[in-house]
């Protein structure tokens, strides 16, 4: 059964990776508690690749530094099942904040990508949501990352052109949130937030496309910027 199929059909098929034993289950345990399939559980970068050729998930949930070297072994596994499974979500885990490696994940296709700060497993709901998100061709970037990107002193840029709510909207894109869920962050209407999305895509000049992927495209100038 493929990716795709077993989405469909029944529970969201994943593969979990992460060299501490201790941390990789409890990952499992939180995922399968909320209905996903936890097919196979792995500690380093070739199990991984080969869990993924053999049990083809929905998505993979991996820490960026994996053996043998504990650098980005992950990150690299992560960015070959791109490539070989593009079906396959893929969810990075990583201890710190590091912008360089979430853009170098999302810079080609943000689409069933998402890269998480390893303190946002402890938030059980948020956590699941995010890999969910992810298994389903969606985007989920942590706050933190956004924040970084929207702090750094950069050049004029194109997005200049926004204004302060729309770059607050466009962070929440980032951050995978659907426009109900940045409604309510901001304390705005779905409306009002829908409006916002369709100007921030006129001032980026992304026109209508038939498969419409001008979110990703915002997304991708958002944290390219940075």
Known sequence: MSASESTRSGAIRVVVAEDSALFREGIARILEGVGFDVVAEVGDRDALVAAVTTHEPDV??????????????????????????????VMVLSQYVETRHAIRLIENDARGIGYLLKDRVADGKEFTEAVRRVATGGTAIDPEIVERLLGRNREEHELDRLSQREREILAGMAEGRSNQAIADRLFLS?????????????????????DDHRRVLAVLAYLRSG
């Open 190 to 210: 779905a409306r009002t937030v829908e409006t916002h999305v369709g100007s921030i895509f006129t001032r980026l000049g992304l026109e209508p496309t038939p």
């Open 60 to 89: 993979v949930v991996t820490d960026i530094r994996m053996p043998p070297t504990g650098t980005t072994e992950g990150l690299d596994a992560a960015m070959t099942i791109r490539e070989t499974h593009p079906e396959t979500g």
